[in-house]
């Protein structure tokens, strides 16, 4: 899908979802010339290291979440249903921590011809090092309020991947359902839907 179609997508199941209070300025922000939501990559190298890649993977992360949920054993497990706002919400959102930290520069690499050639690249420069899931609450949080749920789900969506005490990922998992729901989303998304370019 090109840029504009991811946009276009992106901001129609957000205005079709999210009607919490300051959903409509953050949504302004993303779009604005502060944002670069719908062109930055979603990584440097890995899954969706590609301009749009950023929205690509909050889509692929929304679609994962919402099967999830459907599945009859995990509504069986975990007992509990959450709304269309709570869905969309803490997927398409989850990764506004990266936001302005993918800069384009280039280097040196040998072609097949074994000749050195300058070839564009990303590289990270986060110039509000918050952390990953604490700064996409945080960002969040300056323009509506989440759930606790909603919250512990966007921290700790990396799952142990990135936690360095793995006791309170552990924790937030046990307490909080929709935390291991959205961490599962988000790896079925980058680690099987999305490509490496």
């Known amino acids: ?3 504009e179609e991811l946009k276009n997508k992106f901001c129609q199941l957000f205005r079709a979802l999210i009607q919490r209070e300051g959903a ?10 502060g944002s670069d939501f719908f062109t930055a990559p979603a990584s440097t190298r890995f899954h969706g290291n590609y301009p749009g890649g950023l929205c690509a993977h909050s889509l692929n992360v929304y679609d994962c979440l919402c ?6 054993y995990t509504k069986k497990l975990f007992q509990t249903e959450y709304s269309e706002e ?22 040196n690499v040998k072609n097949a011809a074994g000749v050195w050639e300058k070839v ?3 590289e990270f420069d986060d110039n509000l090092p918050y952390g990953h899931g604490e700064k996409s609450v945080y960002i969040i949080g300056g323009f509506m309020r989440l759930t606790r749920e909603e919250a512990f789900a966007i921290r700790y969506h990396m799952g142990f991947a990135e936690e360095k005490d793995i006791r309170n990922c552990s924790k937030a998992f046990e307490m909080f359902p929709l935390a291991f729901a959205l961490a599962t989303a988000d790896m079925e998304a980058s680690l099987y839907l999305e490509e490496k370019r």
């Open 1 to 3: 899908m090109e840029i």
């Open 24 to 33: 409509e300025e953050l949504l302004e922000y993303l779009c604005g010339p």
């Open 67 to 72: 099967a999830y949920l459907e599945r009859p």
């Open 86 to 107: 709570t869905i969309a919400i803490v997927s398409l959102l989850h990764d506004l921590c990266k936001v302005n930290v993918y800069k384009t520069s280039t280097r």
């Open 120 to 122: 564009p690249y990303y």
